[in-house]
């Protein structure tokens, strides 16, 4: 059994990562962190960003470092912590994640508050108890 988690850097997301690695730790449930970077942008203009391989890549170690951070923490409290960092729309991308078969609990923080987060999690939590077919668990 494993819960799956979505973070971007947030406060709640935070919370919402130590809550899964709370109920990991008495469950001997695996927690796996999800990282979820926004489409890259289509540009009508390729001028008006110089190097969109560059921010692409800046917002990929963005999301590596919250990652491991986390990961790190679990995995000092005991719990077996897997991470992905995968693209698109954040609900969407994590209802599809969440449809594999060992993963019974997706958790999220109630709304990001980086700029990412709010890109992430503004409306994510929102969105991702109606489209998700596992249950849900929103952390304040």
């Known amino acids: 059994m494993r819960i799956l988690v979505g973070v971007d850097g947030s406060e709640a997301a935070q919370r919402a990562a130590r809550h899964a690695f709370g109920l990991a730790s008495r469950l001997a449930d695996s927690v796996t962190l ?5 489409p890259p942008p289509v540009l009508s203009e390729p001028a008006v960003v110089p190097n969109i391989a560059e921010l692409e890549r800046q917002v990929y170690e963005s999301g ?4 491991d951070k986390l990961a790190g923490e679990g995995r000092g409290r005991g719990v077996q912590v897997e991470t992905q960092i995968l693209s698109g729309s954040a609900a969407e991308v994590l209802a599809e994640a969440a449809k594999a078969d060992d993963v019974e609990l ?3 923080g109630s709304r990001g508050r980086t700029l990412v987060g709010s890109i992430l999690l503004g409306g994510t939590s929102h969105r991702l108890v109606h489209i998700c077919k596992k249950p849900v668990l929103i952390v304040h």
Not at 34 to 38: A, D, G, M, Q, Y
Not at 64 to 67: E, G, M, P, R, S
């Open 34 to 38: 999800v990282h979820v970077l926004p």
């Open 64 to 67: 590596k470092a919250i990652l």
């Open 106 to 108: 997706v958790t999220v």
